[in-house]
């Protein structure tokens, strides 16, 4: 089944902040989302975008997306991070997924990247399932760390 991929577009923030919801919502962290569509548009578009995104379309309707950003690897150079891949509920198992990912991929062989990496929840065994059937390597041995904002301002308040 073809299904058409392309590059997000200014007014199709508004999907992909719904799409982003429902993802936050699947995650059972319906309240984390704190983006707007204005900071979507701000920071995705324009001549110098900090990340890429991809839609997935089912008759004109934004059913699916998938962005991505740049990193740099201390080891490995240039990679591609996959921040976030979501098939609207209703239109999931019908390859939609696969299509945003393999696009993914296509983009991260058309930009030379030397690694492209994401992480998934161990409860997602859909998701875990997929990937490993891609060939996609699994790093049990280390954990995913992160500051957010209130953290981060407790942790410089606490070093001043």
């Excluded at 098939?87 to 991929?105: E, F, I």
Aim: net charge negative; aromatic share 12%; with cysteine.
């Amino acid at each position: 089944m073809n299904h058409p991929i392309r590059k997000a577009k200014a007014e199709d923030m508004p999907a992909v902040l719904a799409l982003i919801t429902e993802l936050a919502v699947f995650e059972n962290e319906p309240d984390a989302v704190h983006i707007s569509v204005e900071t979507l548009i701000t920071y995705g578009t324009g001549a110098n975008p900090l990340f890429t995104c991809f839609v997935a379309e089912d008759e004109e309707e934004i059913v699916g997306m998938a962005l991505v950003y740049y990193r740099f690897s201390t080891w490995e150079g240039k990679s591609l991070h996959l921040e976030d891949l979501i098939v609207s509920k209703k239109y999931r198992g019908k390859g939609y997924g696969k299509a945003l990912y393999n696009q993914v991929m296509r983009y991260a062989v058309s930009q030379d990247v030397n690694r492209v990496e994401w992480v998934v929840l161990d409860w997602n065994t859909d998701a875990i399932t997929f990937y490993e059937n891609s060939g996609a390597l699994f790093l049990k041995d280390w954990h995913l760390v992160q500051m957010n904002k209130e953290r981060l301002q407790k942790y410089i308040h606490s070093i001043s």
